[in-house]
């Protein structure tokens, strides 16, 4: 996994949409990719919040609707692709 290219992706859609969501598995750094997130939202001027559950990376934008939602929508717009590494 090309990390950065992974958390530019993830941070992209974000900043777009409100949110994006990446699988993750075993073979996954999760923690360095979460840093390069962090590291990308702030040099692109985006303030996100991420979040684990279960094997899901979520990226959420601090303006974000999405944090006035329902929990049932949220979690609808917080499902990730099924294979890890795809950036939904």
């Known amino acids: 996994m090309d990390v950065d290219a ?7 859609h974000a900043r777009t949409v409100g949110q994006a969501v990446v699988r993750t598995d075993t073979a996954t750094p999760v923690a360095g990719l979460r840093t390069a997130v962090r590291r990308t939202a702030r040099a692109r001027g985006v303030s996100v919040r991420t ?9 959420v934008r601090t303006d974000a609707p ?5 929990t049932a929508e949220m979690r609808r ?4 692709p099924d294979e890890p590494g795809v950036v939904g």
């Open 77 to 80: 717009a917080l499902s990730a």
């Open 66 to 70: 999405l944090w006035e939602t329902s």
């Open 6 to 12: 992974v958390a530019a992706a993830l941070v992209e």
């Open 51 to 59: 979040g684990m559950v279960d094997d899901v990376l979520a990226v």
